[in-house]
């Protein structure tokens, strides 16, 4: 369970840095490249955070982002949408770590806000589960 916080805290404090951009109305190209980075790592964060939680909470082992998102969700600890949208925020994080495309950007930051709410809401779910232990 020791490890269980640990990962819920470093998710905290990832999410926390990409929040910080996201709600900065002007951002700069070096700005716009850091809020990507940081969806990213947040991503992983979260996602790594689910794996030792379900591994942890539940004894059940997600080898991959798609898989634990699919077991949280038959859990209940995301809803059916957020699912969904988790599923396409790994396929969007995917694209932006193997080649830099400015369309990419662009898209991935036309959704931040959505997204940064999304892990928010992830988040949450896994810190209200590991309470109830």
């Known amino acids: 369970m020791e490890r269980l916080g640990r990962r819920l805290a470093e998710a905290a404090a990832a999410l926390a840095t ?50 634990a998102i ?26 932006a770590v193997h080649m830099y495309r400015d369309q990419v950007r662009q898209q991935i930051e036309s959704h931040l806000t959505a997204h940064a709410a999304l892990l928010r809401r992830w988040l949450e779910a896994l810190q209200r589960r590991a309470a109830t232990t």
Do not use: F, H, M
């Not at 716009?32 to 939680?53: G, H, N």
């Not at 600890?77 to 994080?93: C, F, V, Y």
């Open 18 to 67: 990409l929040e910080e951009l996201v709600g900065k109305s002007e951002r700069s190209l070096v700005e716009r490249d850091s809020a990507v980075l940081r969806l990213i790592y947040s991503y992983e964060a979260v996602w790594k955070a689910t794996q030792k939680a379900l591994a942890a909470l539940e004894n059940v082992s997600a080898a991959s982002p798609n898989a």
């Open 70 to 95: 699919r077991v949280a969700r038959a859990l209940g600890w995301l809803s059916d949408e957020d699912a969904e949208a988790a599923i396409k925020l790994g396929e969007e994080r995917t694209l």
